[in-house]
Structure formats: structure tokens, C-alpha cells
């Protein structure tokens, strides 16, 4: 179960500079659910998939975020969430996958999540990649 009661979502409105919708309906905005991919339990799976089987010291790296509704979500609502997480070895990334709705068989939200696994200190982008700022 996931919630976003309102005083996390005006917090997040402010961190994001989200200040045009002041008037939303409760409406959450459109990327808040993403913080409910760092939930413990989501954080603590992440953590046992990026291990490298050699010990290799491995840090995830958010590549991309997809946000696919159906329905808008609101504050102040509970939500079923399903997740599934999968290990992709090229490129090393794990993609997380989730589907938010009222009940379990009804998506208002389908959402996804890429991070890339690279070796601590590895900073020199893969052939074809170019570095920018």
C-alpha cells in the first residue's frame, strides 16, 4: 500500500518548484510517485541485485523514469503498488517496473525506473557515450 498525504506532496511541490498548481484538486504531481521506488523494502531488493558476485564495489545510477497514466493519482488516497525488478547484464542496469492503482487489478499508473550499475570509480563513459554537463 502507498499514500502521499498532503503535506508530503505540498513539500514535494516546493522542492520541485511546482508552484503554478497551486489550485490541483489534490492531483498529485506528475514524478512524486517515484519516491515510492525508494520505500526500504524497494531499496533494500536494489541493494541485494546490484551486488556483484566478485565484490566488486557497484553503485546503481538512475538512468530514465517513465510515468504512463490512465488516471491521474491523488493525495490523501491509498494505492495498491506492484513492483518487479529485473537484472539486464548488457548494459549491467536493473529496470524496475511498478503498477499503481485503487485495487490490485486496476493501473491508474504504470511506472518505470532504470538504473545503471557501474564499478565505484569507473568514470570514463562507454564507447559511443559522451560525457556531458
Known amino acids: 500500500m502507498v499514500r502521499a498525504d498532503a503535506t508530503q506532496v505540498a ?9 503554478a498548481a497551486t ?13 515510492w521506488l525508494a520505500r526500504p523494502e524497494i531499496r533494500a531488493a536494489v541493494a541485494r541485485l546490484v551486488r556483484g558476485e566478485d565484490s566488486a564495489a557497484l553503485l546503481p545510477l538512475h538512468e ?10 491523488l ?5 495498491c503498488m506492484s513492483v518487479d525488478i ?10 524496475l517496473r511498478a503498477e499503481v492503482g485503487p485495487e490490485a487489478n486496476i493501473v491508474h499508473l504504470h ?3 532504470v538504473l545503471r550499475i557501474v564499478a565505484v570509480g569507473d568514470t570514463q563513459p562507454e564507447s559511443g557515450e559522451r560525457a556531458g554537463l
Open 86 to 95: 529485473c537484472r539486464e547484464a548488457e548494459p549491467a542496469r536493473l529496470v
Open 75 to 79: 493525495a490523501d488516497v491509498d494505492y
Open 23 to 35: 489550485d490541483d484538486f489534490g492531483v498529485l504531481p506528475f514524478t512524486f510517485p517515484i519516491r
Open 11 to 19: 513539500a514535494f511541490r516546493r522542492a520541485t518548484l511546482d508552484v
Open 111 to 113: 511506472m518505470e525506473m
Open 64 to 73: 530514465s523514469q517513465v510515468f504512463d497514466y490512465a488516471t491521474p493519482l
